[in-house]
């Protein structure tokens, strides 16, 4: 199974800040990344898909980039609604597999 | 509006055979565009794909639950379903179906929790 890391786990915070999380996979995944954002007792929600394509309806301060290994997601001025959990995921091969998590909270 | 809704027992017993259903609405399972899997979330913890499907049956599973899954399509009923047999503790969570576009999950359910326990 291909592995996917995020860093840092956790990470503090202020609106208005600029933020970004950063997602390595375990081997080559191409652009086959999704990015996804879960807030507390809902569904994660799908932010980024193929590395850096804006899903219909997120605001255009989420960014992605990457490919290969390496790969980021950049919010570029934080407002109080992003404070949540986000989650990288591999599509390059089955099983597609998650990143830990990265919890962005307020400072 | 595209919208999908797990559905099932809340409470399974060890040994036993965990079944959810995922009823879609504002599309079609035999739409040949999409995927429709299942993901689950133990508490407190990270996400899990289990696995999906295509319209025609053709299904692919996490290697991790050892064979004990399988994922079905309804055509007719606009719906999909999990079984996951010999349930125990480490199967509690929450179970989530969603539609799969583009290698990624582009929309969800609100998700089911599920807690095996005698």
């Known amino acids: 199974d291909i592995q996917m890391t995020q860093s840092p786990s956790s990470v503090s915070a202020s609106v208005g800040d600029r933020v970004t999380i950063t997602c390595r996979a375990s081997q080559d995944i191409a652009s086959w990344l999704a990015w996804y954002q879960q807030k507390p007792g809902k569904a994660p929600n799908l932010l980024i898909y193929v590395a850096s394509n804006l899903h219909s309806g997120v605001p255009s301060r989420f960014s992605g980039s990457g490919s290969g290994t390496d790969f980021t997601l950049t919010i570029s001025s934080l407002q109080p609604e992003d404070f949540a959990v986000y989650y990288c995921q591999q599509a390059n091969s089955f099983p597609y597999t998650f990143g830990q998590g990265t919890k962005l909270e307020i400072k | 509006q595209l919208q999908l809704q797990e559905s099932g027992p809340g409470l399974v017993k060890p040994s036993e055979t965990l079944s959810l259903t995922c009823s879609v609405s504002g599309d079609s399972v035999r739409s040949s565009i999409y995927y429709w899997g299942w993901i689950r979330q133990p508490p407190g913890k990270g996400l899990e794909w289990i696995g999906n499907?295509?319209?025609?049956?053709?299904?692919y599973y996490n290697p991790s639950l050892k064979g004990r899954v399988l994922i079905s399509v309804d055509t007719s009923r606009n719906q999909f379903s999990l079984k996951l047999s010999s349930v125990t503790a480490a199967d509690t969570a929450m179970y989530y179906c969603?539609?799969?576009?583009?290698?990624?999950?582009?929309?969800w359910g609100q998700g089911i929790l599920v807690t095996v326990s005698s």
């Open positions: 969603a539609r799969q576009s583009t290698r990624c999950h582009d929309a």
């Open positions: 499907i295509y319209y025609s049956g053709s299904a």
